[in-house]
């Protein structure tokens, strides 16, 4: 792998990395918005709550796991 090929890689996953860690940090904010505020309560506070963890849930596997990214099977 040449040199410049090799940068261009490190350069898109150090961007996948931060892109990840960015959606993280917005899925993991606007739920303690949620709760802290009282904005929904009940069982819409835990469908929310819910939907929140696993829309982290696929961030953490796509950004960080790379999982579905790679165009040959492990």
């Given amino acids: 792998m040449s040199v410049k090929k090799l940068a261009k890689h490190e350069l898109t ?3 996948s990395y931060i892109a990840g860690f ?3 940090l917005i899925l ?3 739920p303690y918005y949620i709760v802290v505020n009282e904005t929904v309560t009940g069982d819409a506070l835990l469908f929310s709550l819910m939907g929140y963890a696993v829309l982290q849930f696929c961030v953490q596997v796509y950004f960080f796991l790379h999982l579905g990214s790679e ?3 492990r």
């Fill in 13 to 15: 996953q150090t961007q």
């Fill in 22 to 24: 960015a959606f993280s």
């Fill in 28 to 30: 993991t904010a606007i």
């Fill in 71 to 73: 165009s040959k099977p």
